[in-house]
Structure formats: structure tokens, C-alpha cells
């Protein structure tokens, strides 16, 4: 996997006050959050080491037939990862749901919906934010068994699932979320300020042409 994708290599996700960068690795390598200048949460985009990340991807096997692609949902804003090998074809479905289009707003939400559309394939989730560009500390939170609060400085960073991932902390990251079961693997993260309680996402919200399943992340401030 190549530690600096090319910008070429990248689709973006946005919900009018903020926008993440997507890899066809289905690595989000940048994201500031509350507001497009704002200090970043991912950044590996421009240090692989110490930028923090949130990774999202399939278990492809290391033989030929295998093929990631990246599209556009037609006429959305929905960011697709196609992951294709010869047992299986799965894809993550990167969105951002705008909770107010006229006011800016701290809170802010990125959606990741995960399906295998044929066959069977495994997703693995590894989430390590770093909050301000790498130099500011953060704490993990453990408040169930599919949710963390990362807690960084003035901000908290929300993970949620949606299905069938159990996540499965590791010191100051997630660095895998392990599916229960070997159909639809679902993950989900978010993010909000400090003074904004946490709210579920409904599967409601996820896009009309991919089956409910989960979201992911929203902002911080």
C-alpha cells in the first residue's frame, strides 16, 4: 500500500463547511473538522507516521483478479470504493449528512457504509486520529461494545458501528473492528464538540441505492 497516494487517487466527501479526503485504499488521509481551515483529525495525506488516519478497507488476497475502483453515485455527492476479487465483491459508500445547511455548525458527520455485493470478502476498520496535525495527545474511551469517544484537546471524536463490527481498542486507536459474521460488514464514525451528546445515526439515512447498513465519522471542533 502506498504510504502517499497520489491526489489523483482520492475522491472527496463534504457537507458544505468541511470536506475529507477519501484514498482508493478507502483510507480517509484528511479531514479537518468543524470548518475547512480548522486543525486536522486525519492527516496522513502528509505524514503516513504521525497524521492520523481512518482506514476502511477489504481483505483482498494477494493474487491476480483483484481490483479497487472509485465512482460517484450519479448525480450525488456519495463516494464509492469498489473492492473486486475472483470470491468476492464488496464496497465502502463515503458521505457526509449536512446537520444544518444554513448555520455552521461543531457537530458534523461522516458516514461509511460497508456491503459485499457477491461473494464473501472481509473489511477490517483502523482508526487513529491525531488531532492537530499529530501534536496534541488524546485519550480513548471505550462506552460500549460497537462505540468509542476519542478525546482530544476542545474536541471529541464519536466512532459508532452499525452492525455486525465489534470494535476492539488498542491503547489510543481502534486498530481493527472484527465483523461477527461473513456477509455485510457495517461500520460507523462521528464527531461533535465537546458540549454536543452524542446522537445515533438511523439506518434510515444511509444512501437509497445501498442497503441499510451503518455510517461513520463526524466532526470535531
Not at 481483505?59 to 479497487?68: C, K, M, N, Q, S
Not at 461543531?106 to 464473501?120: E, N, W
Amino acid at each position: 500500500m502506498n504510504a502517499y497516494p497520489p491526489i489523483a487517487d482520492h475522491g472527496m466527501v463534504g457537507d458544505l463547511q468541511t470536506a475529507a479526503r477519501v484514498s482508493s485504499a478507502g483510507t480517509i488521509d484528511w479531514w479537518c473538522t468543524p470548518r475547512f481551515d480548522s486543525p486536522s483529525v486525519f492527516a496522513s495525506l502528509l505524514d503516513s507516521e504521525r497524521g492520523g488516519y481512518c482506514r476502511l478497507s477489504a481483505d483482498l488476497p494477494a493474487e491476480r483478479g483483484t481490483a479497487v475502483r472509485q465512482l460517484y453515485l450519479s448525480d450525488t455527492a456519495v463516494l464509492v470504493t469498489r473492492f473486486m476479487a475472483p470470491g468476492g465483491v464488496g464496497e465502502v459508500a463515503d458521505f457526509m449528512a449536512p446537520l444544518n445547511t444554513t448555520t455552521p455548525t461543531d457537530r458534523h458527520r461522516l458516514v461509511r457504509v460497508v456491503r459485499v455485493v457477491r461473494g464473501t470478502l472481509d473489511f477490517n476498520l483502523d482508526c487513529r486520529p491525531r488531532f492537530d496535525y499529530g501534536r496534541a495527545p488524546h485519550t480513548l474511551e471505550r462506552t460500549d461494545e460497537s462505540s468509542v469517544v476519542f478525546h482530544g484537546p476542545g474536541t471529541k471524536l464519536y466512532l459508532q458501528t452499525i452492525g455486525p463490527f465489534v470494535l476492539r481498542p488498542d491503547g489510543e486507536d481502534v486498530t481493527r473492528a472484527s465483523p461477527t459474521s461473513s456477509k455485510a460488514r457495517s461500520p460507523a464514525c462521528r464527531a461533535a464538540s465537546p458540549t454536543s451528546a452524542p446522537r445515533s445515526v438511523p439506518r434510515s439515512r444511509a444512501p437509497s441505492s445501498s442497503p441499510a447498513s451503518p455510517p461513520m465519522p463526524t466532526a470535531p471542533r
